[in-house]
């Protein structure tokens, strides 16, 4: 969805917050008026037990919607077709390169902490780089001068789930009780309460209260603009024993209407998981085994790659690298978590090396194996059962559950390396256009809301699928795509910007500069020069192409120079 984000990825800040148990004594406090919302002081006073509303947790073992196999590239028949890819054109580096580099910071208690310029709170929750440090304005201030940051939607409602370390529980309530009237629980990003309560710490209480509250909003567990869901961004600061329940929570959330899992399989625009994002924080050792219990298809997890093609593992001895200096304690914790996930995939047999043939290897061209008069599908093994088209293989993937949203070793989703790879047909003439759609509208289905989150992940350069899709000229494509998604997100898709030769260019933008790459060279250097028929005919199709696309991309709101809040505004 976004092409350019800022350098820094996705640094971990690990802060301790106070929690209180329902199930225990409620704390003695005492209140004072500030803007019509109670504030805790410390006179004694007792505050009533709140009832609790029972959880429905379903069995732990629910299988998530993703795939079931790894889909790193393997490649070891030498009647397989590949052919040259399409990275040539516009492939840019952006500047999220490093997307998967988690930083180490120590799990002491820290103040809240807003980047602006980055984009991040507490190093972790991606928001929209506003250049206004928010990390002083509280929650019951008065925010007279600006209750709303107009450039990322930063307000009080955000501030009170910042601040929950310092808030009781009583108090908690009646604020979220306040704001509800004329405040909105999202960001412009699509940051919910939920993403900025989990960033600032771990605390199941305060979860349970702000769910019942607004188990009408299911957008509160939705992912961001940058992909990430709460659980992407929680804080287990330490409260291990909570840990566990929170993962159960979100594995079958009560009231909300999402596939048994999901939540706990959903790539950020960097194809992390919170099973990534959880693992590289030093846990106690006990807890990993009770982890890999609620994750659903933890195996397969814990092998796929991220956009730079790094495993959960790597990630880990990175972070594990950066603690060494600061924590030898946190540095040895993260070490026997390597060595306890070494552990499980040696016990599970799912520490091979060999991957399974997938959408990845048909992508880039790939016809299976054949001989004479036989064609035997790697796919499921059978022979003559279906043909080696790639739509056929495609189909057979699907049905048996190939995960069609995991990069490969190389970074590149199933829907990127459509995009960006040629394939040959089989009487050697190029795949055309509406042939890709057709692949495309196969890997991506339009019933399954699940699998969008596959047209926001982006390549090992940083571009986005929107980018990708636009320069190429496959107007079909991109229409498919943007009938997929919510208009909301629209607008956010077009204007996705990216780092091209040092300067920030937009999807619209760089689909200038291809028709103007066509127009040059269409041009006749040589006056003496016999024209080509079939490099014309090329040069005015793509043409025709990239002017389509240019058409669908100003009318759902594309801009040559997007401001920020333009790019990421998701609400």
């Known amino acids: 969805m976004i092409a350019y984000i800022p350098s ?15 199930l225990t004594p409620t704390k003695q406090a005492g209140t004072q008026s500030t803007g019509g919302i109670e504030r805790t002081t410390n006179a004694p006073r007792a505050l009533p037990p709140l009832p609790e509303r029972p959880r429905r947790l379903e069995d732990r073992h629910s299988v998530s919607t993703i795939g079931t196999t790894s889909s790193q590239s393997a490649y070891t028949h030498s009647d397989e077709i590949f052919s040259d890819g399409r990275a040539s054109v516009m492939t840019s580096v952006s500047s999220i390169t490093t997307g998967s ?38 929650w019951d201030d008065t925010f007279t001068i600006f209750p709303t940051c107009t450039i990322c939607g930063f307000s009080r409602w955000h501030s009170l789930m910042l601040n929950v370390q310092s808030i009781e529980l009583e108090t908690f309530m009646a604020a979220m009780e306040g704001f ?3 405040g909105s629980p999202l960001d412009y990003a699509g940051n919910s309460s939920a993403h900025y309560l989990m960033s600032a710490g771990l605390n199941l209480d305060y979860l349970r209260r702000l769910h019942w509250m607004e188990a009408g909003r299911q957008a509160i567990y939705e992912q961001n603009v940058f992909g990430q869901n709460p659980l992407h961004v929680v804080n287990p600061n330490e409260r291990g024993h909570e840990l566990v329940r929170l993962l159960e929570w979100f594995k079958t959330v009560p009231a909300v209407k999402l596939p048994p899992g999901l939540l706990l399989t959903q790539r950020d625009i960097y194809g992390h998981t919170p099973l990534h994002a959880l693992l590289c924080r030093p ?68 520490a091979g090396t060999e991957h399974e043939y997938s959408f990845h290897e048909i992508a880039r061209g790939a016809r299976g194996t054949s001989w004479a008069m036989f064609y035997e599908c790697r796919i499921c093994g059978q022979i003559n059962t279906h043909s080696s088209s790639y739509l056929d293989q495609m189909i057979c993937a699907c049905a048996h559950g190939r995960d069609r949203g995991a990069p490969d070793s190389a970074g590149l989703t199933p829907a990127h390396a459509l995009i960006t790879y040629k394939r040959a047909t089989p009487d050697g003439t190029h795949e055309s256009p509406t042939q890709t759609a ?12 699940t699998l969008r989150e596959a047209l926001h992940v982006l390549d090992p350069q940083g571009n986005s699928l929107m980018h990708n899709v636009a320069v190429r000229g496959f107007h079909e494509i991109l229409e498919y795509i943007l009938s997929l998604e919510e208009p909301k997100r629209r607008r956010a898709m077009v204007n996705a910007c990216v780092n091209h030769q040092n300067r920030e260019i937009s999807v619209l933008a760089a689909v200038e500069e291809e028709l103007q790459k066509m127009s040059e060279r269409s041009r006749i250097a040589n006056p003496f020069q016999k024209k080509d028929p079939v490099r014309e005919r090329f040069l005015n199709e793509m043409r025709g192409q990239l002017l389509k696309v240019k058409q669908i991309l100003l009318s759902v709101g594309a801009e040559i120079n997007p401001s920020p809040t333009t790019r990421w505004r998701i609400t």
């Open 8 to 22: 820094d990825p996705a640094n971990i800040m690990i802060g301790v917050i106070r929690s209180q148990n329902l």
């Open 101 to 138: 580099r988690f930083a180490f910071v120590p799990p002491v208690p820290q103040p809240l902490k807003h980047d602006p310029v980055e984009g991040l709170w507490n190093g972790i929750l991606r928001v929209i780089p506003c250049k206004i440090d928010h990390s002083n304005q509280l």
């Open 180 to 182: 509800r009237i004329g």
């Open 283 to 350: 846990l106690e050792k006990e807890l990993y085994t009770k982890i890999f219990d609620v994750f659903p298809l933890v195996e397969h997890q814990l092998r796929a790659p991220d956009v730079t093609g790094k495993t959960v593992l790597a990630l880990m001895n990175e972070v594990a690298f950066q603690a060494q200096s600061i924590s030898e304690s946190n540095f040895k914790k993260i070490q026997i978590g390597v060595s306890e996930i070494e552990a499980f995939l040696e016990r599970t047999g799912g």
């Open 438 to 449: 057709e692949l495309f509208r196969l890997l991506v289905p339009h019933d399954d809301t």
